[in-house]
């Protein structure tokens, strides 16, 4: 199985800590009432659309955005590594029942270089990119049949050329365009692979609100909408994926530094159209998969620019893919 490169992990979960009294003291009730009509419509789009039947997962590694999703750091270089770690044990049918047991395991190590201008354009907007390479190992194992597929080495790649994000005094919110490269080893015939075989579009927003003017309880919600294209060799055409993150976070002072925000957190995935190409029967194209995740998390902003985090999401009634947990560890460092 295949979990594409980091997505925002610069930008977003590895983003540095707003602390209570940080922000531009320029209020904007208009910027506000959009990232407030976003998370509505995040919300509104997981409520209606329930069909459950499913193909596999998309290429966005859920859960990472899932902090400060609107907040761009301050101007410069940030470097951020995060350890990704995806264990499954169920593989869930379109009803929600329990179809194998085994093992599917996914470790990522992504390593992310991101920029930011100083300039500041449209209406206080600071423009960004990022650039993450990414190795990674993975493996699927049966109870019933053993070993299945396995591989490690360098995996698909994701870059973001276009990001704008902008801080207001309540609220923080990023408009980004990113793709992935099928940069990581692929063959159709192969049991081996780290690689998707296919580029992928990304399109994706974050938005961070303060409910409170200490700004110390955080709302914070992340979507994506994954277009793929046809993968080499197969010439299928996987199904597209709308991608959720979210958390609510509360910021604890440990004396004057370092911040340390604690809090829940969640992800969603929905596939939003057909899969299609040579050999895929009917039944197949109708499939539709869906995910779902709570857990907890915590980070910290530390002396000399550094940032550490953990969270922990626990999987449950998914339809047709695999069902478990993962835990993801991220540090990063402003230059």
């Known amino acids: 199985m295949n979990i594409a490169s980091c997505q925002d ?8 800590i707003f602390k209570p009294n940080d922000g531009v003291n320029t ?10 009509v976003l998370l509505a419509i995040s919300i509104c789009f ?29 101007p410069g270089f940030t ?11 169920e593989s869930k049918g379109p009803d929600g029942q329990v179809l194998a047991a085994g093992t599917n395991a996914v470790v990522m190590d992504m390593n992310t270089i991101a920029w930011v201008s100083k300039k500041e354009i449209l209406g206080g907007a600071k ?10 190992k993975n493996s699927l194992t049966s109870d019933a049949t053993g070993p299945v597929s396995g ?80 993968q080499e060799d197969t010439g299928i055409h996987p199904g597209q994926t709308f991608d ?17 925000q604690v809090g829940l957190v969640g992800y969603n995935a929905r596939q939003t159209t057909a899969k299609r190409g040579p050999g895929v029967t009917r039944e197949q194209a109708a499939t539709r998969y869906k995910v779902n995740a709570l857990g907890f998390a915590s980070s910290a902003s530390l002396p000399g620019k550094v940032n550490v985090g953990f969270k922990y999401f626990q999987e449950f009634s998914n339809r047709s893919t695999f069902q478990g947990h993962s835990i993801q560890i991220s540090g990063s460092i402003k230059f």
């Open 9 to 16: 992990c610069a930008l977003s979960a590895g983003s540095p």
């Open 27 to 36: 209020r904007s009730k208009n910027t506000t009432h959009f990232a407030i």
């Open 46 to 74: 997981f409520t209606f659309r329930s069909h459950t039947q499913a193909q596999n997962r998309g290429v966005y590694p859920l859960g990472m955005s899932a902090t400060n999703s609107g907040v761009t750091p301050a």
């Open 79 to 89: 470097y951020v590594n995060q350890l990704l770690i995806y264990s499954r044990d």
């Open 127 to 136: 423009f960004s990119m990022t650039a993450t390479l990414p190795v990674a």
């Open 151 to 230: 591989g490690s080495g360098f995996a698909d790649s994701y870059y973001q050329p276009f990001i704008l994000g902008w801080n207001k005094e309540r609220v923080a919110f990023r408009a980004v365009y990113g793709f992935l490269a099928p940069t990581g080893r692929f063959n159709a015939d192969a049991n081996d692979n780290v690689g998707s075989g296919y580029w992928t579009h990304a399109f994706s927003s974050g938005q961070t609100l303060y409910l409170t003017k200490d700004k110390a309880t955080i709302l914070s919600a992340f979507q994506m909408y994954e277009v793929h294209t046809t």
């Open 244 to 260: 959720l993150d979210f958390s609510l976070m509360r910021v604890l002072p440990v004396g004057r530094k370092p911040w340390l």
